[in-house]
């Protein structure tokens, strides 16, 4: 068909997009859909930390925002080995990866991290202001940790994304993909946490580390989709 | 539309699974590729789709025009898995490979009618039989429309009158200017197809 504008083809990307968002997000809901696992585990770290630490709630209010970040780092990368693993194993990964030439792989890529993001990760980040309770800190602190996981989960995502693609036909691939992925994470972290300070302790700048995480997500965001889309291209056998 | 190969070889794990195939298939031709197991039958398969990578020689796909510009975008590949989410019900999975495929001639619940699995669209895939699940994968060649059907063991698990729906579907197929190729044991009732014995030459 001639005379496809390019309005047209981006309405029709933009279709077939939501379409496969909307699957992701009905299977992590569903029975096995494992959307879960990441919460109870952030809700587990952060319950027991209390415990472990002692009742000291100037050194609880203290590292609470750099607690609250390291669970939330470790929940992140906990089920992203399903990511692609389950399309691989039902032989849908092959009709994805097919759909190459109709719109580009790492869109789909991209498409299925949102859908895992919001999946898996968007509850963790909406539970984190009640965790930081339990930590007992202020609400600034808190709100602004919130904030931070959430300009700054989707970074740990699109990273992730590249491992599982790497460790996609392993069997048991979690555990490298977590190996793989959490050095890269670390500026991500870094980040989030002096931010997450930044706005509860007064010299310290909360904008100018915010910013820089802002950017980190938005770079990987390209990057990590590209990275896996072609992975996958030539994982397939 | 033309499907072309030329001295076509395959390597599976870095040693060649076989070599020097040649065809060239063009509108409402089929192909029915036979042979031994671990004779190569779905790395061809694989390999046409573009899923593998060419060894030697090499596949063209000419005539498609702007729509279908490569075998990849031109093919609907039905390999030994069906593709599909157990967690969801037929109709979703159905839905979703309309939408991320692109619309067909037959809608979902048309599609479902045609390959006698009318009336269980609700049910979740995991529910179906081996048969079953066979024909709602067959039923996602109907919601998208591809004039080229790869299909690698296609009627495994069918019974003999699904069998007979199948082959009635893909000589409709041919006789709307399509391209079959598949790779089989069992006779899939396709008069004039040619065939192509796969592990002869080595």
């Not at chain 1, 209010?61 to 970040?69: D, E, Q, S, T, V």
């Not at chain 2, 060649?16 to 004779?39: K, R, W, Y």
Request: proline content about 5%; hydrophobic content about 50%; some cysteine.
């Amino acid at each position: 068909m001639s005379g496809r504008t390019e309005g047209g083809a981006w309405a029709k990307a933009s279709h077939i997009m939501l379409a496969l968002f909307l699957r992701d997000i009905r299977l992590s809901i569903r029975a096995g859909g494992g959307a879960l696992t990441g919460v109870i585990f952030f809700l587990a770290v952060i319950a027991t930390i209390p415990f472990g630490v002692g009742p000291d709630l100037k050194l609880l209010a203290r590292i609470g925002p750099a607690i609250l970040w390291i669970a939330a780092l470790l929940a992140c990368l906990l089920g992203l080995d399903r990511l692609f693993q389950a399309d691989r194993e039902d032989g849908s990964l092959d009709l994805l990866v097919l759909g190459n030439d109709r719109h580009m792989l790492a869109l789909t890529v991209l498409t299925k991290c949102l859908a895992h993001w919001a999946g898996s990760v968007l509850p963790l980040v909406v539970a984190a202001p009640l965790l930081g309770l339990f930590m007992n800190m202020e609400p600034a602190g808190i709100g602004a940790t919130a904030l931070t996981l959430l300009v700054g989960t989707p970074a740990i995502t699109f990273i992730g994304a590249a491992g599982a693609a790497v460790a996609v036909a392993l069997p048991r691939g979690g555990l490298l993909i977590s190996v793989l992925v959490l050095p890269l994470t670390i500026p991500v972290l870094i980040f989030g946490v002096s931010a997450s300070y930044g706005a509860v302790a007064d010299p310290d700048p909360f904008l100018h580390p915010f910013l820089i995480l802002t950017a980190l997500t938005l770079f990987l965001a390209v990057l990590g989709p590209v990275a896996a889309a072609l992975a996958l291209r030539h994982g397939t056998d | 539309m033309r499907l072309i190969a030329e001295n076509l070889g395959g390597e599976r794990g870095g040693e060649t699974v076989f070599s020097g195939i040649e065809f060239a298939l063009g509108d409402g031709q089929a192909l029915v590729v036979t042979g031994a197991n671990g004779a190569g039958k779905s790395t061809l398969l694989r390999i046409i789709a573009g899923l593998l990578p060419v060894a030697a020689g090499r596949v063209r796909f000419e005539g498609g025009g702007e729509d279908f510009p490569s075998a990849a975008s031109a093919c609907h590949y039905l390999g030994h898995l069906d593709a599909m989410k157990s967690a969801l019900t037929v109709k979703e999975n159905l839905c979703f490979w309309r939408d991320f495929s692109g619309a067909g001639s037959r809608g979902v619940e048309e599609a479902l009618e045609t390959v006698g699995l009318g009336g269980i669209g609700h049910l979740p895939f995991g529910y179906l039989s081996t048969g079953q699940r066979r024909r709602a994968a067959i039923a996602k060649l109907l919601v998208s429309h591809r004039p080229l059907w790869l299909l690698d063991e296609p009627t495994a698990g069918l019974d003999k009158a699904s069998e007979e729906r199948f082959g009635g579907l893909m000589r409709k197929h041919l006789d709307g200017g399509g391209i079959v190729v598949a790779a089989t044991h069992l006779p899939l009732g396709l008069e004039g197809a040619r065939e192509l014995v796969m592990g002869m030459v080595g």
